[in-house]
């Protein structure tokens, strides 16, 4: 039961996801198309994420611009997509929170990671290809930091156990301030069920 190219995906229980720095962004603060490398524990390039989206989007609409985010194997062969449309994360606008759609393989919804509105927490719940909640995430208060991890917490749907975390990592001083690269990491448990974990993942992009 598990969708083609995500087989790697049975035998771990963490992935780490790096952010590429693009120079024009650096140089200029220009928005460019973002591109990811996934990999294993061991530093090996497992995946490779590019963004999918026009420049006036990208540089008008800023963070909450609409996505859609390819994941591909070492084949080449296309393996996610994660389609976003356009929201707002503001607490103001509990109508217009963020959703995203996980296809494995594209044009198969495989899941769902649902922004639920809360005064002061990042909370998402994510859901199955039946729109079923399968687990909670909740973040921090205070979504930066200096000199240290933001960790988000995946838990089960009562959220009274702790199954997995999403983690952003603290990159250094002169590459938070001068770029927007992030660098995340996430752990879930070893037989959780392979659609999830590709979920998970679409989780920490939407993130």
């Known amino acids: 039961n598990c969708p083609p190219g995500l087989e790697y ?13 693009e120079l024009l ?13 996934i990999k294993n524990s061991l530093g090996q390039r497992v995946y490779f994420a590019a963004e999918d989206t026009d420049c006036c989007t990208r540089n008008c609409c800023g963070p909450s611009r609409p996505f859609t985010l390819r994941i ?7 393996v996610i997509t994660l389609q976003r449309p356009l929201r707002c994360s503001s607490c103001c606008f509990p109508c217009c929170l963020q959703e995203l759609e996980v296809q494995a393989p594209p044009g198969t919804p495989v899941g769902y990671i649902v922004q639920n509105w809360h005064p002061c927490l990042p909370k998402f719940t994510i859901q199955d290809e039946k729109r079923m909640d399968v687990l909670k995430i909740t973040g921090p208060c205070v979504v930066c930091s200096c000199c240290q991890d933001i960790n988000f917490e995946v838990k ?8 997995g975390r999403i983690s952003k990592q603290w990159t250094g001083f002169l590459k938070e301030a001068f770029t927007d690269a992030d660098n995340f990491g996430v752990t879930f448990p070893l037989d959780l069920d392979v659609k999830i974990k590709a979920v998970m993942i679409g989780a920490c992009f939407l993130i």
């Open 156 to 163: 089960s749907v009562d959220e009274t156990s702790t199954v």
């Open 25 to 37: 962004e650096i140089l200029i603060g220009f928005e460019t198309n973002n591109k990811y490398e």
């Open 72 to 78: 591909i194997d070492n084949l080449g062969h296309e």
């Open 9 to 21: 995906l049975t035998q771990i229980d963490q992935i780490l996801i790096h952010q590429q720095t």
